[in-house]
């Protein structure tokens, strides 16, 4: 859903699918759509999993901490 956390790290058609929040059928549709591309689930991961690693590595929280201790 698009919400916060998720949309911090889902940018909607580059490494995952956004839907609105409480909004069942396009949560269904997602889905369903995502089913139907089982390349497009791989790139999605693929993507997410750089995205996450880029944003929320430990190299880059020890920076952030750092800096606040500092």
Known sequence: SNINGCNEIVEHGVNGLLTAPKNKKQ???AMLYLRRQPHLQQQFS???????KELY???EVWKLLLAEYR
Do not use: K, Q, V
């Open 46 to 52: 693929n993507l997410s999993r750089l995205r996450i």
């Open 27 to 29: 949560l269904f549709d």
């Open 57 to 59: 590595g430990r190299e």
